[in-house]
């Protein structure tokens, strides 16, 4: 069992490592539009993804620091001047092979000093729910790094909501990415225990 085990480990690091690759995802790090250092605004669209709700809130690094370059965003969008808080949604339509395995993978952490109850962000593929992740935030910015197998159908949507209160404290989004994912044949051996796997998470903690 201990040899299984370390050989589906070594898997899981070749199939991350492979998915470096070509990013389908357009301004998955959320650097445009480029907003004034340490400010943040709401945009009904930006560069790659559409909006429901109040818009996407982008952030540079104020109230956190970023995962990946300067800037991130924040579903629980704040409107101003109509103050209107809005658990918001961001989309994207990405162009895949149809049956090609591709590798999801996003930045999350929870908005510092805030419960969980306020912090959940979903993540979607093609409208089916993969994942709702929450945390209690701390005194800094604490990134987790999820990853989900996905499959791919041509076309495909890719869809983050805010789950938690609508008071425009929510969770933190940076460095989403799809790539191709070429899995050895052998792989398919131990499908279920591989998407067992992909459940691991990657912490990487960042001052704010």
Do not use: C
């Not at 004034?36 to 709401?42: F, I, K």
């Not at 995962?67 to 209107?84: A, I, M």
């Not at 090609?100 to 952490?109: G, K, N």
Request: proline letters at 3%.
């Amino acid at each position: 069992m201990r040899t299984i085990m370390l050989f589906m480990a070594s898997l899981l690091f070749t199939v991350s490592a492979n998915a470096a690759g070509v990013n389908l995802v357009v301004n998955g790090s959320f650097e445009d539009p480029d907003i004034a250092t340490g400010s943040w605004s709401v945009h009904s669209a930006i560069d790659g993804w559409s909006t429901t709700g109040a818009g996407v809130e982008v952030r540079d690094n104020i109230a956190g620091t970023a995962y990946d370059g300067q800037q991130f965003v924040e579903l629980d969008s704040h409107r101003w001047p109509n103050n209107t808080n809005t658990n918001s949604s961001i989309h994207q339509t990405l162009n895949t092979i149809i049956g090609q395995s591709y590798l999801l993978s996003f930045a999350y952490s929870a908005r510092i000093n805030q419960p969980s109850t306020t912090n959940g962000i979903s993540v979607f593929w093609n409208g089916l729910e993969l994942d709702s992740v929450t945390a209690t935030g701390g005194s800094t910015h604490n990134w987790t790094i999820f990853e989900y197998l996905v499959t791919g159908i041509g076309n495909d949507l890719l869809t983050f909501s805010a789950t938690g209160t609508n008071d425009s404290l929510g969770g933190s989004l940076d460095a989403v990415s799809v790539s191709a994912v070429p899995i050895p044949a052998a792989a398919f051996l131990f499908a279920p225990a591989l998407l067992g796997l992909l459940g691991l998470r990657r912490k990487t903690t960042i001052a704010s």
